[in-house]
Structures are given as C-alpha cells and as structure tokens.
C-alpha cells in the first residue's frame, strides 16, 4: 500500500515538530511548510532533515521542506498541487495572544484568513474528496468563560484579536465541510506545553527561569497574572489526538484537554520545587513575590508590561468527547510530569549555556 502524504503547515513550531516525528514514525511522506527567515527558524526539526542527526537518531525517513507563508494563496496553491496530500494539518499561526494586540490586523490575516486560503486552495483544486484537514483550534475561543468546563457545545467568546482570528478560523473550517462536504475538523485544543514550547509563553519562561536562578545566571523572574488558570497538557500526547481526528470515520470537533486547571502561580511554585527552591507568596496584586523561603531572597515579581489589555482568567475542558470517540487518554502525563519534563530539560539547557559560555571567556 502507498505511504500516506501529509502536508505541515507550521511545522517549525511545538506541534509541528512532535506532530512531524508521530507522522514518520507512522510511515508517513511528510512535508512541511517554513517561512524564509533571516537566521535559522528550523531548529526544533533539524533532527527530521540532516543526514547525519537522523542516522543517529535511528530515523529513516525525512521531512522534505517547502518555502511558503498562509499569507500567499498561490504559494499555498501550487504547494498543494504538487504535493498532492491525503492530509493537511494547518498549524501555522501567529501563536501568541499577547503579541496579538501589537499585530492584530496580521494575525487576522494569517490565523483567520490564512485558514481559508488553504481550504479555498483544496476546493479549487478539486481536491475536496482527496484531502482532510485539520485546523488548530484553541480555548481562546472560549474566552470570557460562560460555561465551565468548556465542552463542544459551549459558547465562543473570544477576549483577543488572535481569539477572534481563530473564531474566524473555527467557522470557516466548519462552514467548508457543511458547504462543500470536505473532512475538515477543528480540534479546540487548551494549553499544551513542552520542552520544545516558544520561550516567550508563561509556562516555558517560568521553567527557563527556575532552572536559570537555580544555576545563578538570572536574579529575578518577573510574570503578569498570577491568578489566570489553564487547563495544561502536554503537546506530544496531544499531537497524537489530531492524528486520530483525521482518522475518525466522520469529520468532527473534538474538545482536547486534560480536564485538569491550575493558576500560573501553582506552576510557578511547582517548577521552583523541582530545582529545589520552596517559594512563600507574599503580598497581593502587583506588589505580590515569590520569596526563596530559606534564603528571604525575592525571586518573582509581577510586572504590569505582562499583563493583557484584555484577559482569559480561567480555561478548563471537558474531553470526554474524545476519550470516548477516540479512545485518547488526556492524562497520559500528568501536571507534576509535565512541569518535572520541562525543567529537566531547562536545567540541562542552562548547563550547556554555561559550558559555552566558559569556554568563550
Ligand atoms: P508555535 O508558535 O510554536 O508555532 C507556530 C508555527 O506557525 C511556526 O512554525 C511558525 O513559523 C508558523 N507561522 C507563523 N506565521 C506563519 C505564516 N504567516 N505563514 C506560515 N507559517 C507561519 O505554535 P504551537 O506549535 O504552540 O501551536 C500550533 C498551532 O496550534 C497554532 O495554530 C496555535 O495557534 C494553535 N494552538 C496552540 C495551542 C498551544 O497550547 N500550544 C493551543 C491551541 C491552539 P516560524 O517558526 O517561522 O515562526
Ligand atoms: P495563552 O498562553 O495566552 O493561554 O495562549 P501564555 O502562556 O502566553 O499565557 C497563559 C497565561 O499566563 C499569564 N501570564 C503570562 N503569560 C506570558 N506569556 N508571559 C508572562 O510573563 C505571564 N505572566 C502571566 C497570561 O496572562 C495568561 O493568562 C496559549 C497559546 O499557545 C495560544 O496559541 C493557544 O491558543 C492557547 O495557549 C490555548
């Protein structure tokens, strides 16, 4: 039988880069979409394309790389005719809901209007019975929580121009199976994080810090809304849930999450445990700190620059959709694991750092 094709939007990015590793290991052809940049953008899958780093990782097959941007129509177009894929996965995306309000009109352009180039290019294609895709969905939709936990069912309402690009995103998706009967489905995925998460989000910038200050190469952690809660999974166990999307006999929506919420100030106080500093909060709102209880040393300050114009104060889902259609587990690795994943690699990260480091002196 012939290999399936798969076709990577955002492949440079944490999912793309666990979800390209699940497809080869699958014994897909995979192909990736990567955007020119002017320093390397391709280190989270540079051990899916170098010769010598995938013999030693005992991988036989590789990714094959395509320049192109959600932004171009007629790049995405003849990328789609000449690849040919039996599924898309659109990942691409300005990720970062912060940096959403700085660029509101772009993150519209990729996140929502970038969803339906890709659709429009599979339809005029003709390619609407050949292809599946999945679109990444995400909590922020549910915004202003009115509903909690969050469920298939529960109302959209999102609190940031990259919610309201995806909103877009969501329904356009939605819209293009019920019009033109395409396999195209939404996973609404909350907050899913790893060692290989961008260092500008709450989650990896806390463990980069805790393994930093442990090692003595950062004085302070400064972070925004310590009372925000998310429902936090780990990315690789749910790449694997957009997997199983595609492969289910009907196009569906599926909710994807652990069912499980903390606040960032319990994650920050887990990671600091980890590298063997026991925080003591103290003080309320902006004046709140974490303090190193043995040492009174003040280690987190709240600093408003992080704060949002506006905020999503708590998300949790409710995965049973997918635990039962899909059979997916949502607590294959729990919130203590994944915070212990994450500064494990940190403090191993921060070592190296330091290493370079000595030697250039
Ligand atoms: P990342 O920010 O790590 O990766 C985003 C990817 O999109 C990168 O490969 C980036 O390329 C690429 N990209 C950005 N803009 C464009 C563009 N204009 N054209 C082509 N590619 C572009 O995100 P994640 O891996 O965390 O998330 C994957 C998807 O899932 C995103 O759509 C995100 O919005 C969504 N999502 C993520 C959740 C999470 O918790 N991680 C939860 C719910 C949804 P480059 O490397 O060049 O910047
Ligand atoms: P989020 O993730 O906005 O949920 O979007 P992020 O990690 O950026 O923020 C989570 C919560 O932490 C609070 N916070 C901080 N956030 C950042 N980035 N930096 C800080 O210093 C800080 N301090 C507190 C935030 O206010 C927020 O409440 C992520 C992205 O991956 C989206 O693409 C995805 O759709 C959603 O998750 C689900």
Redo the contacts with the bound molecule.
């Keep these: 039988m012939k290999n399936k094709i798969a076709l990577i939007t955002g492949i440079t990015g944490?999912d793309g880069s666990f979800l390209a590793e699940l497809l080869l290991d699958k014994g897909y052809e995979v192909h990736g979409i990567i955007r020119r940049s002017s320093s390397f953008n391709t280190g989270r899958i540079e051990h899916l394309y170098i010769d010598e780093l995938l013999k030693d990782m005992h991988i036989n097959r590789k990714v094959k790389l395509h320049y192109g941007d959600m932004t171009d129509s007629t790049n995405l177009i003849r990328l789609i005719r000449e690849i040919k894929p039996d599924e898309i996965y659109n990942l691409a995306?300005m990720?970062?809901?912060?940096v959403s309000f700085e660029v509101p009109e772009y993150t519209a352009d990729t996140d929502g209007v970038g969803t339906l180039r890709l659709l429009e290019a599979v339809r005029f294609l003709g390619y609407e019975n050949r292809t599946k895709i999945y679109q990444?969905s995400?909590?922020?939709l549910y915004g202003k929580v009115v509903e909690v936990p969050q469920t298939e069912k529960t109302p959209f309402y999102p609190r940031?121009p990259?919610?309201v690009a995806?909103l877009y995103g969501y329904w356009i998706t939605k819209n293009y199976r019920e019009a033109y009967n395409m396999f195209a489905v939404n996973g609404v995925?909350?907050?899913?994080?790893s060692e290989r998460?961008?260092e500008?989000?709450?989650?990896?910038?806390?463990t980069l810090a805790a393994a930093r200050i442990k090692k003595g190469t950062q004085e302070k952690l400064?972070?925004?809304?310590?009372d925000?809660?998310?429902d936090w999974g780990y990315a690789k166990d749910y790449v694997e849930c957009m997997w199983l999307m595609l492969q289910h006999e009907k196009p569906e929506d599926f909710v994807i999450a652990t069912g499980e919420m903390h606040t960032?100030r319990e994650f920050t106080t887990l990671a600091f445990k980890e590298v063997g500093i026991e925080l003591e909060w103290q003080g309320e709102g902006v004046d709140e700190k974490g303090v190193d209880k043995v040492t009174g040393k003040v280690l987190v300050e709240?600093?408003p620059q992080?704060?949002?114009p506006a905020?999503?104060?708590q998300?949790l889902g409710d995965p049973t959709k997918a635990k039962t259609l899909l059979g997916w587990n949502p607590t294959k690795t729990s919130f203590e694991e994944l915070v212990k994943i994450m500064v494990k690699n940190d403090i191993k990260l921060v070592e190296r750092e330091e290493r370079i480091r000595r030697e250039f002196d």
């Design positions: 944490q995306a990720s970062h809901v912060k990444a995400t909590s922020e940031s990259y919610g995806k995925l909350f907050n899913h994080e998460r961008g500008t989000f709450a989650t990896r910038k806390i400064y972070l925004g809304n310590l925000a809660k998310r960032v709240v600093d992080y704060f949002r905020e999503v104060e998300l």
